[in-house]
């Protein structure tokens, strides 16, 4: 079984707070993604990548870096949180280097910021 | 804007009852199609996928294609309480879309037992 796993289900911050989530994979897959999700937009892609140290920009990257040093893992960066970035945060991975492979998701992080 | 458009309900059907859920996207050159189910405080979970036209069907879940009218639907087969969830439509682009997918909002389909 695909595994992604998230280091936090819950996180509450402080305007202006450096915030990191981490992502891990054990699948070996390629491509890993960040998400956030609201109520009534459903999934905007933040940041994505398709290799190690690769990384592309997504919808709505602003606010918002990522690092991606080894294969199974992919940090989401909120450089300076705002208020507008609480929100549920889902990684997710797929296997290879095409658009027809299921999407794997981790359990999600609800970051609240104060 | 490359869009999928859902409709968010909530849609509630009976037990037994067949639901049908419906999704349009905007991208021609969409390739894949994902249905995935996802319940209150969950992530997002694959039940179904189709990359052309026409039926395909994975016991009581059946996705339908019809790329000419850009539509994609989700039939639900003897509907069961556990069913009830929020239904994600997802479209993946080819071509210069690379690897993205697009999400819509989600349908929340809720079965009365």
């Known amino acids: 079984d695909v595994k992604v796993t998230q280091s936090s289900r819950y996180l509450v911050k402080r305007t202006g707070e450096k915030v990191f989530l981490e992502c891990v994979q054990d699948?070996?897959?390629?491509?890993m993604f960040w998400y956030r999700q609201d109520p009534g937009l459903g999934l905007r892609l933040i940041y994505f990548?398709?290799?190690?140290?690769?990384?592309e920009k997504g919808d709505i990257p602003e606010g918002y870096s990522v690092s991606r040093e080894k294969k199974e893992r992919f940090s989401l960066i909120l450089e300076s949180a705002s208020t507008n970035q609480t929100s549920m945060y889902l990684c997710?991975?797929?296997?290879?280097?095409?658009?027809?492979?299921?999407?794997?998701f981790g359990p999600g992080t609800r970051l609240t910021v104060l | 804007q490359k869009e999928v458009e859902q409709n968010s309900g909530p849609l509630s059907v009976p037990e037994g009852a067949i639901a049908s859920l419906n999704c349009t996207y905007s991208?021609?050159?969409?390739?894949?199609f994902f249905w995935y189910r996802q319940y209150s405080g969950k992530s997002p979970e694959l039940i179904m996928s189709?990359?052309?036209?026409g039926d395909k069907e994975d016991g009581r879940f059946t996705a339908q294609l019809n790329k000419a009218s850009q539509y994609v639907s989700l039939l639900i087969r003897d509907s069961q309480p556990s069913d009830s969830a929020t239904y994600l439509c997802?479209?993946?682009?080819?071509?210069?879309?690379?690897?993205?997918?697009?999400f819509g909002a989600g349908t929340r389909l809720f079965v009365k037992a």
């Open positions: 997710a991975s797929s296997s290879s280097g095409t658009f027809t492979d299921t999407q794997y």
């Open positions: 699948m070996d897959h390629e491509n």
């Open positions: 990548s398709y290799d190690v140290k690769m990384k």
């Open positions: 991208d021609r050159g969409s390739q894949s």
């Open positions: 189709i990359y052309s036209n």
């Open positions: 997802a479209v993946s682009l080819g071509g210069t879309g690379g690897f993205k997918t697009i």
